[in-house]
């Protein structure tokens, strides 16, 4: 893309209701924009854009599509980037396959995926793919720090509107179980590469006989860098989790398993695996080979399995037999009987989490009665944050959100930091042996004695983000005067080689008074006092905990992690604005397909298009973006002030409503302001025919609900069909043309 071409803004295409609110929104975004003269363009970064993108050998000239995660991944590099970026699918296994299914029953000659690939063209099929599933956007994207926290508006609207919380009682027995020992957390190993250590690392497993097999060729570690290295034990997990399932039965409440099986898309889809092992032990020990004919794999979930063996009576039979035996499960959607095992992506910890702690404690059985639940994570690295919060509130009761202060976070993501888990640099060991990593002098960094089955994995952060990480938690406390507490255990072997940045930074800059360093156990329960009293606090955190942080506090704090405002100051000086999570969007599309109401919130996407309008203005000199950007503002309050969000009720306002009424407060508040006499002059009538069309306007949206819509996709809509769905209004739509 030549630099005469590219747009003033990007905006994501992505997938679910994030992207069926885009087709009524952007439209409208491009409307106001043109009349300053910003382009805004976009990039298709969606799970079905980034299949087609990565085989277009088996596709028809017409069907190929340009790599736009990889163009978007350079952009990212530049000082003119200015991305808004909305959720996207971080696929599993099964989700890749569905989005496989759909493109070839709309035509599109794509492979399947091959789990067990045997040539080499299904060998690098598989490698096609897997380098689109799980997390595989983040990482290209975050050239930057995350500093994300909630708009001062949306936390007055939360404080003046608290959403409903669930009661938390002493007694309650919920809790979270993690392994005893042989976990990540026990067998982490770190070490901060020095000068002489620096270059092209291998990861090698060295089998009994003394026999070595390349894991990984040329792993690059640069001077600074921290690099880590850890293993789980499979038959520890295994028999921790038979254990626990015992236990759950004891305690009489619900069996949950919560992990994060998109963005650590090679450990935790094992883990995943184990546990449906574990529930289902007797019928592996009877039918295991049975079972293997069929092609069932336990890292696919129950209902991949239950579909496999559905036809096989024996099976079936001993598989309801297990399941009277063991307590009862957490649902997913206890109508349809979809468990907590079912599909790896469906339980997603830092949604899942948060949900159970804000419902006091509560999860949903087979029979849509609530209860208390064992919630399994099985490795210790961040289940004690979990653990410190419902112990909190067993003590203190629900927090009060009318009264709660805030937990801001600032995130060390940039450049791959902490990719736990994912690939192409965690293994499951192919038999007893060792696993090293051996660097470019000879020397090996890292050692683990490993068993077959065992789960090991490596990571890295470089210099370059952590100092700019640290950097960037000084001006947010400096600016704010806020409790600042770096989430840091020293008897972490990662963290130790954190703190040892962190410390000499804070001294030299004279400002270690001002922080505070816990482990995230202390931190947790220190947070949570602070914004009980009604004070705020932020959260300095590696890339994983702020993931897990920026879902929990806002989920208690506003009711939602979708109205965060989310900023990432790209590390070589452009922006991007991410508009909050997508955890809840397949439930919000099948309300959508079913009943032709759309209750995703866009609040995320109004704060960061009010960001990025300010962001444009400042490094572009554009005063125009500027009062754009100040509308934007004063539009997002509007519909915060008059409680314009979305309803979840079918026949009430959802989120084609919100966006009239934003664009109807932007286009006021642009009418009004004295700073651009063109733009005002050019919205008054704009304004004035949104006001007048208010009845009609609304009628014709209320007029769509109801009836089922057809998309013509669920990973690959038609964009007719869902322009058509998403723009109903033909009075709105007449206004911006």
């Given amino acids: 893309m030549s630099e005469s071409s590219t747009p003033d803004i990007i905006y994501t295409i992505v997938d679910e209701a994030p992207e069926l609110a885009s087709a009524s929104f952007l439209p409208i975004i491009r409307s106001f924009a043109s009349a300053a003269d910003i ?71 794509v492979p399947n995926y091959p789990e067990n690939p045997q040539s ?5 099929i598989k490698a096609a793919y897997d380098a689109i599933k799980g997390s595989a956007v983040n990482p290209v994207l975050r050239e930057g720090n995350s500093d994300r926290r909630a708009a001062r508006a949306v936390k007055n609207y939360a404080q003046n ?78 028999s921790f989790l038979a254990d626990v399932i015992e236990d759950t039965k004891a305690d009489g409440t619900m069996f949950s398993l919560h992990m994060k099986a998109t963005m650590m898309k090679v450990s935790d889809p094992i883990i995943f695996g184990h546990a449906v092992k574990a529930w289902l032990a007797p019928v592996f020990e009877k039918f295991g080979a049975e079972m293997d004919a069929l092609g069932v794999n336990p890292n696919s979930g129950m209902g991949d399995l239950l579909d496999r063996v559905k036809d096989n009576a024996d099976i079936m039979a001993a598989i309801a037999e297990v399941n009277a035996t063991r307590p009862a499960m957490y649902m997913v959607d206890s109508d349809k009987g979809i468990t907590n095992l079912h599909v790896p992506s469906d339980v997603i910890i830092d949604a899942s989490m948060p949900a159970v702690i804000r419902a006091g404690g509560k999860g949903w059985d087979g029979e849509g009665k609530k209860g208390d639940t064992n919630c399994v994570i099985p490795d210790n690295c961040y289940a004690p944050v979990y653990d410190e919060s419902i112990n909190f509130f067993k003590e203190n009761g629900a927090l009060n959100p009318a009264t709660a202060g805030a937990v801001a976070n600032v995130g060390l993501m940039a450049q791959k930091a902490e990719e736990y888990g994912s690939h192409p640099t965690t293994f499951e060991a192919p038999a007893d042996g060792t696993i090293r990593v051996v660097l470019a002098n000879g020397e090996t960094l890292h050692s683990h004695d490993v068993e077959v089955g065992d789960i090991w994995r490596s990571c890295t952060v470089k210099k ?48 270690a008074d001002n922080f505070q360093i816990m482990a995230p156990r202390k931190a947790t329960r220190q947070s949570l006092i602070t914004i009980t009293a009604g004070n705020d606090s932020i959260a300095i955190t590696g890339n994983v905990l702020r993931d897990y942080l920026t879902d929990l506090f806002p989920i208690l704090e506003l009711g939602t992690s979708a109205k965060m405002l989310s900023i990432v100051k790209l590390m070589n000086g452009g922006g991007l604005f991410e508009t909050g999570a997508g955890g809840s969007a397949p439930k919000h599309v099948q309300q959508l397909v079913g009943e032709n109401h759309l209750r995703w919130d866009s609040m995320g996407e109004f704060c960061a298009l009010g960001e990025s309008l300010n962001f444009l203005a400042d490094s572009k000199g554009n005063a125009k973006a500027g009062v754009l950007g100040a509308a934007a503002e004063v539009a997002t309050q509007g519909i915060l002030d008059n409680n314009k969000s979305p309803s979840r009720k079918v026949g009430e306002p959802d989120n084609r409503d919100s966006h009239y009424w934003f664009a109807r407060y932007w286009a006021e508040a642009l009418a009004a302001q004295s700073d651009d006499a063109d733009l005002a002059a050019h919205f008054a009538p ?14 014709e949206l209320a007029a769509a609900q109801g009836p089922e819509a057809d998309l013509g996709g669920y990973y690959h809509t038609d964009p007719a069909k869902t322009a058509k769905v998403m723009r109903p209004s033909t009075t709105l739509n007449a206004i911006f043309g």
Wanted: no cysteine; proline share 5%.
């Fill in 39 to 109: 382009k805004v363009g976009t990039k298709d970064i969606s799970l079905a854009g980034r299949i087609l993108s990565a085989v277009p050998q088996y596709l028809k000239e017409e069907q190929r599509i340009p790599n736009d995660l990889a163009e978007l991944g350079e952009l990212v590099k530049t000082p003119d980037a200015n991305v808004i970026k909305l959720p996207n699918i971080s696929a599993s296994v099964p989700q890749l396959a569905a989005a496989i299914a759909e493109l070839q029953s709309q035509g599109f000659a």
């Fill in 120 to 124: 080499d063209e299904e060998k690098a």
């Fill in 161 to 238: 509107n608290p959403h409903s919380m669930g009661a938390w009682a002493a007694d309650s027995k919920t809790k979270v179980s993690s392994m005893p020992g042989n976990d990540f957390y026990a067998n982490e190993k770190s070490a901060t590469i020095s000068a002489a250590q620096a270059g092209d690392a291998k990861i090698e497993f060295v089998a009994k006989d003394g026999s070595v097999t390349a894991l990984k060729d040329a792993w690059p570690l640069t001077e600074g860098t921290v690099a880590d290295a850890t293993f789980m034990s499979a038959k520890a997990l295994s």
């Fill in 464 to 511: 370059a983000p952590i100092e700019n990480w640290i950097q960037l938690a000084m001006d947010r406390q400096r600016l704010t005067g806020s409790e600042a507490i770096f989430w840091l255990d020293e008897n972490r072997a990662h963290d130790a080689e954190l703190i040892k940045y962190v410390k000499p930074a804070l001294d030299a800059a004279g400002v």
């Fill in 686 to 699: 704009i304004a004035k025919a949104l006001v007048e069309g208010e009845d009609k306007i609304v009628a």
